[in-house]
């Protein structure tokens, strides 16, 4: 790995470049024989070189041609569907698809029914790309008021030649595609190359317009941080139809690297057996590696455990010490001499216990990790300080980034020599961040939190044909709302310190928006308000301010007593209609489930600053008032 050091400008082999297939194209002759995909756990396991990946995708994109798909010179050329996961395959579609003249719409296959539906609707496409016949079969009744004039499986899987509209397999596109020469499509970078549909506030999907100067900017800005070496191993785990993945993948790609494929289930042999220099995910993944260890480390006799306890924390007090030494406390990035010195001097003792616990304890635990590891990255939600120290104590470094789909993602992110945890990092080449007042939009100075507006060549087109949700989202200087709140530190670095919008992102990368599912809920008559919690948690809680009078009612019903709130039929009553009501919503997914909830006496008003005057739920408000009950929620 080439860490590229602050000071300088390093060009990319790719700056000229105008589209995304143009990246593949010259990947594919700098690094031709390098094995590119690597997909063990597929039945046959795929294997394919840079100029087999390259040439197969050509292969697909002329079989789409000889389909109807034709070049087009307009600025948002015709949309084709793309509803799968992670495989080599799917990035044969992606850019078959790209170099055929068309734009993807892309989602996963598991997604609910109507949702994909919608987004083929919505996205006006012409043709679609599923993951298999049962995909195919899920969306069967909604396809014929549709344009579709043709469907792609990604398997092998037979299907019928009468089918409306037509239905071939992968083989046969790829069959067509050996009879027909490929007709090159001229790409500008204001060409639309993607759509990513992302949830509106109330829950409506808006499709996401990333054109390919967007996505090219992510791969010609990310070597001023990092540069992979050809044939270094990339894990990758996270769904490719997520920004976040998708910018990584064509990242290493550009660069040589070697993508290899596992899933929850494999993942922990996997990064043994394969040792992956490189891995992207969120913070659950991050954690349940975590929770893997500590596990172990349970599993052990006692005098070991007491060992390894003492390895620990003596190493945590060093790494806090080398941090406000190196200038890396997100408290204290300016320190004084006196307080470096003093840094100093707690890490010289400490520093021998710490190398003496990474011989004895943390080389094992990068062993299980494969032990070639030399970053891993972290995005879609903050990362628990815990396993920030835990991570930089065993010498597997994170670093951590911001961004949203509407901005490609990627914006900020953590250097390699300057990993101030904690933080976001700063920006990316071109990249302006400005801290604004959420109520005025007048801009704050470095360490006050306001709204975090964001303009560069990786922010968004627009929302298809949306254009009421794209003026809101982006104003006539071309800065981006991002509905998040933060600061940027004096040295720069974007901190982010909480949501202005009310979406709330799990711990697995997952995006809820609060508001359907709160509506759901309050359909019980037992629930006069609620409000969702849960930002950078594994699941959901809530908030809820009961309906004392059909509670009281309820309780003499059931013969109790007295009403008491914290009582177990109570708590009970109102679990079994969370789980009810939400479950009953078609659009209901696993991670809607609401986990622990409490049950708060003072409704929310005007009066106690808890409702606006459109009485609509302060939220920020409403943490502020119940941290410390939100925060024992998840304990």
């Given amino acids: 790995m080439t860490v590229q050091q602050p000071s300088a400008v390093r060009l990319s082999n790719y700056d000229a470049v105008q589209s995304i297939p143009e990246v593949w194209a010259i990947a594919a002759q ?85 949702e994909l539906l919608f987004i083929l609707g919505n996205s006006e496409a012409i043709a679609l790309i599923v993951e298999d016949l049962a995909t195919l079969n899920k969306l069967r009744e909604g396809l014929p008021n549709l344009p579709l004039q043709f469907v792609v499986l990604l398997s092998d899987e037979a299907v019928s030649p009468d089918e409306m509209p037509k239905v071939l397999s992968f083989p046969q596109v790829m069959a067509l595609g050996d009879r027909h020469s490929l007709q090159p499509a001229q790409h500008t970078r204001e060409t639309l190359a993607t759509l990513m549909y992302t949830s509106g506030t109330g829950g409506t999907p808006k499709g996401v317009m990333l054109s390919h100067g967007n996505l090219v900017s992510q791969v010609t800005a990310c070597p001023e941080i990092v540069v992979p070496q050809a044939g270094e191993r990339v894990l990758s785990i996270l769904p490719i139809w997520h920004s976040y993945e998708r910018s990584f993948e064509y990242f290493i790609f550009s660069n040589g690297c070697t993508q290899i494929y596992t899933n929850i289930r494999h993942v922990k042999k996997d990064l043994k057996d394969f040792q992956p220099h490189y891995m992207v995910g969120v913070p659950r993944l991050w954690e349940s590696i975590y929770e893997g260890i500590q596990k172990q480390l349970r599993d052990q006799p006692a005098s070991r455990q007491k060992l390894v306890k003492f390895f620990l924390e003596t190493s945590h007090e060093y790494v806090l010490a080398r941090r406000l030494f190196q200038k890396l406390d997100l408290e204290r990035l300016t320190p004084s001499a006196v307080e470096r010195l003093g840094a100093l001097l707690r890490m010289i003792p400490r520093w021998i216990v710490h190398r003496l616990g990474d011989r004895i304890v943390y080389q094992k635990i990068r062993a299980g990790t494969g032990g070639s590891i030399k970053f891993v990255v972290s995005g879609g939600g903050s990362i628990a300080q815990h396993l920030e120290d835990f991570f930089e104590i065993v010498g597997v470094d994170i670093l951590g980034g911001y961004g949203l789909t509407e901005t490609s993602p990627i914006t900020n992110v953590r250097r390699p020599w300057r990993n101030v945890r904690g933080a976001d990092g ?209 304990v």
């Fill in 30 to 114: 700098r690094f031709g024989n390098v094995l590119a995909v690597h997909d063990p756990h597929s039945k046959p396991e795929v294997k394919l070189t840079y100029a087999e990946l390259y040439q197969q995708m050509q292969q697909f994109a002329a079989g789409l041609q000889a389909l109807g798909i034709q070049p087009s010179s307009d600025p948002i050329p015709p949309r084709v569907a793309l509803f799968a996961d992670n495989s080599p395959r799917w990035l044969i579609a992606d850019q078959g698809v790209m170099q055929a003249g068309a734009a993807d719409v892309v989602r996963s296959g598991q997604a609910d029914a109507e």
């Fill in 426 to 634: 700063e920006t990316l080449r071109d990249t302006e961040i400005a801290i604004v007042d959420p109520e005025t939009r007048q801009p704050l100075p470095p360490g006050k939190q306001g709204l975090v507006m964001i303009r560069g060549p990786q922010v968004m087109q627009g929302y298809f044909n949306n254009p009421e949700a794209t003026a809101k989202a982006i104003d006539r200087d071309g800065w981006f709302n991002s509905g998040d709140l933060g600061m940027v530190t004096s040295a720069n670095d974007l901190v982010i310190t909480g949501r202005a919008k009310d979406t709330i992102v799990l711990t697995n990368g997952e995006n809820i928006e609060p508001q359907p599912i709160e509506d759901a809920c309050l359909r019980s008559p037992y629930i006069d308000q609620i409000m969702l919690v849960g930002q950078d948690q594994k699941v959901l809680g809530a908030l809820i301010v009961p309906n004392v009078e059909a509670l009281e009612k309820w309780s003499e019903e059931q013969q109790l007593p007295s009403l008491n709130l914290e009582s177990k039929p109570v708590q009970d009553l109102i679990r079994n209609e969370l789980n009810r009501l939400v479950k009953d919503r078609s659009s209901y997914r696993p991670d809607d489930r609401i986990g622990p909830f409490r049950l708060i006496s003072e409704p929310f008003t005007i009066e106690n600053g808890l409702l606006t005057q459109t009485l609509k739920i302060r939220r920020n408000v409403v943490m502020e008032r119940y941290q410390g009950m939100i925060s024992e929620m998840f």
